[in-house]
Nanobody, 115 residues
Framework: QLQLVESGGGLVQPGGSLRLSCAASDSIFSIRDMAWYRQPPGKQRELVATVTKGGSTNYADSVKGRFTIFRDNPKNTVYLQMYSLKPEDTAVYYC?????????WGQGTQVTVSS
């Protein structure tokens, strides 16, 4: 089964930047949609951004203009570039893929935005 491993989280000051990576254990070339979700403390998991096989993207209103999702199919990796981070972006960030009808999640990476 496909495995997803996130990395790149950490502590950053408001206004700072981070790049999250999601490395897949198998080819992602045939996976139509890949996504990043996040779960803030005490809240439900929410969709942050999606990227299709062809590179089309979609974003939650709260991150539009600040976050960019992109995929590198030859490297089997999906990225989330985050700029102008705010305290409300603090959350565990998860990578997600629909792999032949099976929903696959990574283990998550913590992002904390605080001064």
């Amino acid at each position: 089964q496909l495995q997803l491993v996130e990395s790149g989280g950490g502590l950053v000051q408001p206004g700072g930047s981070l790049r999250l990576s999601c490395a897949a254990s198998d080819s992602i070339f045939s996976i139509r949609d890949m996504a990043w979700y996040r779960q803030p403390p005490g809240k439900q998991r929410e969709l942050v951004a999606t990227v299709t096989k062809g590179g089309s993207t979609n974003y939650a209103d709260s991150v539009k203009g600040r976050f960019t999702i992109f995929r590198d199919n030859p490297k089997n990796t999906v990225y989330l570039q985050m700029y102008s981070l705010k305290p409300e972006d603090t959350a565990v960030y998860y990578c997600n893929a629909d792999w032949y009808g099976i929903t696959v999640w990574g283990q998550g990476t913590q992002v904390t935005v605080s001064s």
